[in-house]
T-cell receptor
Framework: DGGITQSPKYLFRKEGQNVTLSCEQN?????MYWYRQDPGQGLRLIYY???????QKGDIAEGYSVSREKKESFPLTVTSAQKNPTAFYLC??????????FGQGTRLTVV | ELKVEQNPLFLSMQEGKNYTIYCNYS?????LYWYRQDPGKSLESLFV?????AVKQEGRLMASLDTKARLSTLHITAAVHDLSATYFC????????????FGQGTRLTINP
């Protein structure tokens, strides 16, 4: 079954803590993306990667970090520098020439 | 900077009626996408519009793209309750890199 898997589905972060969101795909897509969605809002691009070992900042990269060591995986770390991390995080993949396909999302809450 | 605006942001309509959601964008692009999102869920791809004049239809939904006017429309025909959702348009801000810029979304509620 081809697809995109995000985990965990729900995540709780304490103040000052770093947390990592997982995104794995078996669609053999080169490009992977991380978006953030706040309640009642559209999606905003955090980071994207078009090839292994390379990634670019999106519009709201501050307080986040990523890595792309394997084609299948693009984890996102929410660092303590991100002051308002509570949001719905969506990972996506694409070929660059068709629509982007989205995972099921991770809902992060600061406690 | 690419900006994408949808209107209306909220739409409440009765079953059986027709309506149109508009998506305007600020800079040149010939690739536009429509997505559907149900509450608490991820995004589901509806349409991919890749050239000026493109028209796609699926069931009661039809999308079109006018790149000269920088406008896309999503038309709903004879709405049914199952179409209640939030609809997003997204424009590709960098050809090949697929850096999507999303509109704010249109929350559509269809009442019996």
């Amino acid at each position: 079954d081809g697809g995109i898997t995000q985990s965990p589905k729900y995540l709780f972060r304490k103040e000052g803590q770093n947390v990592t969101l997982s995104c794995e795909q078996n669609l053999n897509h080169d490009a992977m993306y991380w978006y953030r969605q706040d309640p009642g809002q559209g999606l905003r691009l955090i980071y994207y990667s078009q090839i292994v070992n390379d990634f670019q900042k999106g519009d709201i990269a501050e307080g986040y970090s990523v890595s792309r060591e394997k084609k299948e995986s693009f984890p996102l770390t929410v660092t303590s520098a991100q002051k308002n991390p509570t949001a719905f995080y969506l990972c996506a993949t694409g070929t660059g020439w068709t629509e982007a396909f989205f995972g099921q999302g991770t809902r992060l809450t600061v406690v | 900077e690419l900006k994408v605006e949808q209107n209306p942001l909220f739409l409440s309509m009765q079953e059986g009626k027709n309506y149109t959601i508009y998506c305007n964008y600020s800079t040149t692009s010939d690739r536009l996408y429509w997505y559907r999102q149900d509450p608490g869920k991820s995004l589901e791809s509806l349409f991919v519009l890749l050239s000026n004049g493109a028209v796609k239809q699926e069931g009661r939904l039809m999308a079109s793209l006018d790149t000269k006017a920088r406008l896309s429309t999503l038309h709903i025909t004879a709405a049914v309750h199952d179409l209640s959702a939030t609809y997003f348009c997204a424009v590709d801000g960098a050809q090949g890199a697929q850096k999507l810029v999303f509109g704010q979304g249109t929350r559509l509620t269809i009442n019996p």
